[in-house]
């Protein structure tokens, strides 16, 4: 079993719809939580970094961690053809040892 | 703002060819990384440098060496190439090997 279970989609959604993309994750050791962003062909960019339980908000991005279900997701409002991308999350035990999800694709249409 | 920057963008190589994989960053990070991203495999760890003079092998190192020249640089050698070795490499750095990443846009590497 890997340590991080992401779908891989692809997932296709009309421009404005809110996104929800999730992740789990078999440790309860994991503590740390990212998400990336992957555009084609280029390299994954950091969208949110969070430690704790609960939402955190960026713009029209919102991280959630559920430390208790072992379940990370990332939402996105207003969808913009400009989303589309592979969607990447990742997390961390204490130490340096970093685990990566292998991506959703998303597509906005306009 | 540069970031991260890898060389080539691109390569083919024959089997049995070496070649170097060349990264340098900008930020003034410690922390130097070298994954390989395959379809359905997601990035995987290939060796680390926490911080400079130092170097760590990652989950799949065989076949892989690496060198951190200085604080900016780490290089990425590939010895002997093989097919299995075809794939995206992507060099990341950060400040400590405790913090998120950021990422260089890769080199893409087919190999014969």
């Known amino acids: 079993q890997k340590e991080v279970e992401q779908d891989p989609g692809p997932l296709s959604v009309p421009e404005g719809a809110i996104v929800s993309l999730n992740c789990t994750y078999s440790?309860?050791?994991?503590?740390?939580f990212m998400w990336y962003r992957q555009y084609s062909r280029k390299g994954p960019e950091l969208l949110m970094y969070?430690?704790?339980?609960g939402n955190k908000e960026d713009g029209r991005f919102t991280a959630q961690v559920d430390k208790s279900s072992k379940y990370i997701s990332l939402f996105i409002r207003d969808s913009q053809p400009s989303d589309s991308a592979t969607y990447l999350c990742a997390m961390r035990r204490t130490g340096n040892q970093f685990y990566f999800g292998t991506g959703t694709s998303l597509t906005v249409i306009p | 703002n540069a970031g991260v920057t890898q060389t080539p963008k691109f390569q083919v190589l024959k089997t049995g060819q070496s070649m170097t994989l060349q990264c340098a960053q900008d930020?003034?990070?410690?922390?130097m990384y070298w994954y390989r991203q395959d379809p359905g495999m997601g990035l995987r760890l290939i060796y680390y440098?926490?911080?400079?003079?130092?170097?760590d092998k990652g989950e799949v190192p065989n076949g892989y060496n690496v060198s951190r020249l200085n604080k900016r640089e780490f290089s990425l050698r590939l010895e002997s190439a093989a097919p299995s070795q075809t794939s995206v490499y992507f060099c990341?750095?950060?400040?400590?090997?405790?913090?998120?990443?950021?990422f260089g846009d890769g080199t893409r590497l087919s190999i014969l």
């Open positions: 930020m003034n990070h410690n922390s």
């Open positions: 440098s926490a911080s400079e003079g130092t170097t």
């Open positions: 969070t430690y704790s339980s």
């Open positions: 440790n309860s050791a994991f503590q740390y």
């Open positions: 990341a750095s950060s400040s400590r090997d405790d913090q998120p990443q950021h």
